[in-house]
């Protein structure tokens, strides 16, 4: 994960009053001479800024002891709004647009992005980076922000990308039963998963166990990386040796699904995997019907879900495992390391109102440098954490009241710290699951060309996958699939527009 550096600490006299008065420089220091800056003696009225996002459970404004602290700092006076369900989100905010009348800042997802932008309606950040937004374009950096970019212009903020949770997770005690060791090649994975089907693991005398469960084929997704490739639905576009890869291109598609086949008709999966939903995979596994899933610690690892699985089985012991080697290497997935979490918009009509857009751009600073964004991380010390020895201890108000801080964090947070403060029980299954080795996806920077329908064309080719796994289809009609696929679902329009954006991005040359 890319280390962010910390720009430099607001000035003792600014912390000491609680107050930034005057427009802020990118470098987080007050502008001279900025229209902010109020006369001596004279007390100026807080700037009102709108914030809409995508979500739910906010806290009541005199509750909100983030908006109280951000106000108080910069002198603004927030308003945060969350709209759940992101079709609702989304359709709100066309709406709004239309009427001229958008939030001060507000979520979008990739493709209303590039509808807005194209239509003029948001701010171009692109003359402001370097000046007035430059502790916030550090924070983010230069890679990253190449994300909101649209016809070669910054658009959007957006915010540091999530990290990745995920590996296969395995029944350790069913392995100490049956004398075995955590499997490390495709070879071994399903030499276990055979023996946790068929030699009775959990001692019950029936045979009512699997190797695997999941939901679906991203279930298999360390399998697809021991072929070098990403699991279909979860990394489609990913970049190998300089080059960029599709999942149903990859040379070693057919290898994968003969493999994924194998293991189905020997019954060594839970037959339920393509129709599971939700959490039914893992209560599954943590019934004992299965010893080995793909999952993330959130899923698993958290103490809450340790004891849950406890309560069924003392003995269980869940562990994460590194991915199998195999033909086309050793990737637990592929994963978007440089895909925003979120992506944040301003509109263009606040060019006509500079002293407000400055105070944006003073807010988008302030969270991002030490102080701000340690207070939208963790709240307000001695309340929400204290400080021991350096370390951030957070406390039980922060678990009841803290819920709600992500929304501020609009560029984003240093995530390995975070979770490792947040969770600190967790920090080993955290640092195991940041080390995996992954491809690099870019699924996330793709927009769907004009004339290409991803919805039919995703569900047609999960369709026919699925059929090639269960042997309903001979994998020798594959090449047949992706005629179809680009005859009469247009998939040809979303490779040539992926190689486009990648260039674009300065992914590939």
Same mark, same amino acid.
């Given at each position: ?35 902010? =800056? ?30 109280? @602290?951000?106000?108080?700092?910069? $002198?603004? !006076?927030?308003?945060?709004? =969350? ?7 989304? $359709? ?8 001229? $009348? ?46 909101? %970019? ?74 697809? *990386? ?14 190998? !040796? ?79 495992? @590194? ?13 978007? =390391? ?32 030490? @102080? *701000? ?15 021991? $020895? ?6 039980? =108000?922060?678990?009841?009241? *803290? ?6 964090? %609009? ?59 269960? *042997? ?38």
């Amino acid at each position: 994960m890319q280390k962010k550096v910390w720009p430099m600490l607001l000035s003792s006299v600014m912390l000491a009053t609680g107050v930034l008065a005057g427009c802020s420089s990118g470098d987080g220091k007050p502008a001279a001479g900025g229209q902010d =800056a109020a006369k001596p003696g004279e007390s100026k009225q807080p700037m009102k800024i709108s914030i809409t996002v995508e979500g739910s459970g906010l806290p009541t404004p005199e509750e909100d002891w983030i908006k109280k @602290e951000l106000d108080k700092r910069l $002198n603004i !006076d927030v308003s945060l709004t =969350a709209i759940q369900g992101s079709n609702d989100y989304l $359709n709100q905010m066309k709406v709004r647009s239309a009427a001229g $009348n958008m939030p001060d800042l507000m979520m979008v997802d990739l493709v209303t992005l590039n509808d807005f932008a194209q239509k003029g309606l948001l701010l171009d950040l692109t003359p402001h980076l370097d000046t007035k937004l430059k502790q916030a374009k550090d924070f983010m950096g230069a890679s990253l922000l190449k994300k909101g %970019m649209v016809n070669g212009k910054y658009f959007a903020i957006t915010r540091i990308p999530d990290v990745p949770f995920s590996s296969f997770w395995i029944r350790q005690d069913w392995l100490n039963t049956l004398g075995m060791k955590a499997p490390t090649t495709l070879d071994e994975l399903y030499a276990v998963a055979k023996a946790f089907t068929e030699k009775d693991p959990d001692g019950n005398g029936k045979k009512d166990t699997y190797g695997f469960t999941g939901t679906e084929l991203p279930a298999f997704a360390p399998i697809f *990386g021991a072929y070098g490739m990403g699991a279909p639905g979860a990394g489609n576009f990913y970049l190998k !040796d300089g080059k960029l890869f599709n999942t149903y291109y990859d040379p070693n598609m057919t290898a994968a699904l003969e493999y994924i086949k194998k293991l189905i008709a020997e019954d060594l999966v839970d037959p339920q995997f393509m129709t599971n939903k939700g959490t039914m995979a893992r209560d599954q596994a943590f019934q004992g019907k299965a010893g080995i899933i793909f999952s993330g610690w959130t899923d698993i690892g958290k103490q809450e879900f340790i004891q849950q699985y406890k309560t069924v089985n003392a003995k269980a012991d869940w562990v994460p495992i @590194e991915p199998p080697k195999g033909p086309g290497g050793q990737y637990d997935s592929a994963f978007d =390391a440089e895909k925003p979490s979120r992506l944040f918009v301003i509109p263009k009509s606040l060019e006509k109102n500079p002293e407000k857009l400055q105070k944006i751009f003073d807010l988008l600073n302030y969270i991002s440098g030490k @102080e *701000g964004n340690q207070l939208v991380m963790y709240g307000i010390e001695g309340r929400h954490y204290n400080l021991k $020895n350096g370390k951030i201890e957070l406390t039980d =108000a922060m678990t009841k009241e *803290g819920n709600y801080f992500h929304y501020y964090q %609009m560029t984003g947070r240093p995530n390995e710290e975070y979770l490792t403060a947040k969770f600190p029980k967790e920090e080993p299954y955290i640092k195991f699951a940041l080390k995996l080795p992954r491809l690099t996806s870019m699924d996330s920077a793709i927009i769907p060309p004009a004339g290409y329908n991803a919805a039919d064309a995703d569900r047609y080719a999960k369709e026919e996958l699925v059929k090639f796994v269960y *042997g309903k289809r001979p994998l020798s009609e594959y090449p047949a699939f992706l005629k179809t696929l680009e005859d009469t679902f247009k998939y040809k329009l979303l490779l040539d527009e992926a190689q486009k954006r990648a260039k674009e991005l300065e992914l590939i040359k």
